[in-house]
Every structure is written in structure tokens, then in C-alpha cells.
């Protein structure tokens, strides 16, 4: 864990993807509107798909729930978002997909935050279903199955 400035904190995140459909990339979002990259792209195979990064986190207990700044995280101060970019999205422009998946960062508390902190072996994960309903990529908001829970770094 690294401190950016006296109020920022750089938490590691872990999005894992149950089951994605094989062959699609999938990647971060990194940037807002049209000034944005893709970060992290990995194409799937069989079985589930793993992207890390990493968020800042600013303030402190007594401003209220943690402030995820920085270029990953996307929304208001209040409803900050993780966009997965898939297909077309990501830069696979052969795909027959162009989707995102909004994961909201809801739920991420300042104990968790203190978790990860002090345990330098420690992430923040989010698990969601990487294949949707049509049998394509998952898309829309999707909250974490389990909400974000501690995980180990592998």
C-alpha cells in the first residue's frame, strides 16, 4: 500500500469474471467521455478472468465513506463506478462486441481500506458473472456477488 499525498491512499483492487465467454477482451477503463484508454486488456479463455488495478482513495473517516479519485474511478464522489470495457470497447475491433460493465465501488468501507493497508498481502475483490443472460459478455451495472471482500494476492 502506498500514500500518494497526506490524504490519498493507492488501494489494489481485484475484478474477477466468472466465466466469461472465450475470445472477447476485456480491460479497465482508464480516463472519462472520449479522453479514455484501456488498461489491463486480457482476452478470455476458459474459465474465469482476472483484472487488477489500482484506485486512490482521498480524505478520511471524519469526511465520511473513502472518495475514490483518480483516472479509474468514474461517477460522482457519491457513486463512484469501475467501467470494464469489452470487445470493440477494448480495442478488439474484429469482435462482435462493443459493451462495459459498470461495476459500482459501493460497499468498500474505511475498514477494509485500513485492511488492505496493514496487510500488504491483502486486495480488494469484486467477483461478478462474466456472461450474460444472451450467452455474450455480461454488461450494465453489475454489484459484486458477494460484495467486495479482503482476498490474498495470488
Known sequence: M???SKSEIVV????????PPPGVDYGIQEGKGNDYKTIS???????NLQLDCIVNVKGN???GP??????ISQGPPAGRFIYID?????????????RR???????????????????????????VPGTGKDGGPSCATLKPINGWEIVKKA
Open 2 to 4: 502506498t500514500k500518494v
Open 101 to 127: 460493465i459498470k461495476i459500482p465501488m459501493e460497499g468498500i468501507t474505511w475498514d477494509m481500506i485500513d485492511s488492505v493497508e496493514t496487510q500488504s498481502n491483502r486486495v480488494l475483490q469484486a467477483t
Open 61 to 63: 473517516r471524519a469526511d
Open 41 to 47: 486488456i486480457q482476452r478470455s479463455k476458459a474459465g
Open 86 to 98: 469489452i470487445g470493440k470497447s477494448a480495442g478488439q475491433f474484429t469482435s462482435c462486441w462493443q
Open 12 to 19: 489494489p483492487l481485484k475484478i474477477v469474471l466468472v466465466d
Open 66 to 71: 473513502p472518495n475514490f479519485v483518480g483516472p
